[in-house]
DNA sequence: TAGATTGTTAATCGATTAACAATC
DNA sequence: TAGATTGTTAATCGATTAACAATC
């Protein structure tokens, strides 16, 4: 009944891993070993092996992992290989940012819709799609099945928007309102909180920084 | 002399304390237990003061933790008392959506030029910043105090651009273009890479739908 | 067959949680 | 002082790395 349970540590590496998969098969390279992956990627071989391994064999003792065969393995296991419509929430520079990022489509993340809450905007267009007022959202989520929202809108209405959305039958979430959003079990939310990777950043340079202050006092 | 390193673990969870502590600040909260803190950011109360005992202890027995005085410090730790000058290099709908993030601004983050190849967007401007050719990026440099870059451009250009950054003294890179940046020890590169969050989510999204098949089909 | 390399088990390392003595 | 709650040590858990037998 309950199937091993992968980590998120390990769905967090596979996109990175398809993306070299995708960059050798443009090569036109046919196989690779886990040893040689490693030293590309700069991770252990026994990681990928173990990585791997959670998904069952894709590869071959003696032989290696055959590229092509991986990398449509890996797209499968994160979904690829579906369609997924998604809207945007929030029609303002990032929303019609990822509204014009044409890369999703070519991974199957279909856009579908816009809202924003400024009327003067409804009825715009964004890549061919139709602003839409946000009084519309529930009937357009019952017209059109959608997978994803995403939300680009300021923190103030996001929970509220994520009740709608939930209400209507959504079960994911690209969050990008700098706000944790409360959601039932079983309704998926991936946060992007774009100022939480600058502070990262920012304390990852001030400390370096700091470090070498120390350091040349102390030569 | 070795102090002793702080966990990236650690560093990723304090912009969410920030964001809880600044909020109960605002609410006019001025002291919170590690316990209330627990309940209120669904994480344990041992990770808590754990978290914080990294750094020095910021709490006092049997009081708890003074609000006011913990997001000054917890800003402190992550630099946000420095300013750090920042430009953009792609001027595409993405950069233009971070240069017009005026939150930024609030917390240190000084937008102060911005770049682009396109020579047909020279002299506009985002925000009251300037486009400006790449030929003068490194003159810029040269001339102002910058400390972070942050790539919006396609991943194409990404790897060749961030020598030209390092190369000119800039330590931070805040990378969204699509690529592994390899960069010198002692330079700084914080991800976004958006695709892969999306297919993280995509994942996340397959796994429960499979899941609830076998369960209904079992029950 | 011999060599290469996986799949997998065992060992290690690091991060999280629990427990409690110190102390406000 | 008694009660509360931290700071910190010890126990547990999970993730990473190492080792090697299985096998192509």
């Known amino acids: 009944m309950e199937e091993k349970e992968i980590s998120q540590a390990v769905i967090g590496r596979l996109p990175r891993y398809l993306r070299y998969l995708g960059e050798l098969k443009d090569e036109g390279i046919e196989r690779i070993s886990s040893q040689e992956l490693s030293e590309l990627m700069k991770v252990t071989a ?33 979904g690829l290989d579906r369609r997924h419509n998604f809207i945007i929430i929030g029609a303002g520079n990032l929303g019609r940012a990822l509204g014009n990022y044409i890369n999703f489509e070519r991974r199957g993340f279909i856009f579908k819709g816009m809202f924003d809450t400024n009327p003067q905007l409804a009825g715009r267009e964004v890549r061919g799609v139709r602003i839409m007022p946000m009084e519309e959202l529930e009937q357009f989520l019952q017209d059109n099945d959608i997978d994803i929202a995403v939300l680009t809108i ?40 774009l100022s939480d990777s600058l502070m990262k950043l920012s304390y990852n340079t001030s400390r370096y920084m700091k470090e070498n202050e120390r350091d040349s006092e102390t030569a």
Chains 1, 2 share one sequence.
């Open 46 to 78: 026994s990681q990928i092996r173990q990585d791997f391994n959670n998904f069952g064999g894709f590869g071959q003792q003696g032989y290696g992992y055959n590229v092509e065969y991986l990398y449509h393995e890996i797209g499968r296991i994160l």
């Open 154 to 193: 300021p923190k103030t209405g996001a929970v509220e928007v994520a009740g709608r959305l939930v209400k209507n039958g959504v079960r994911a979430i690209w969050n990008f309102a700098h706000v944790d959003l409360n959601v039932p079990e079983g309704v998926q939310v991936e946060n992007v909180h």
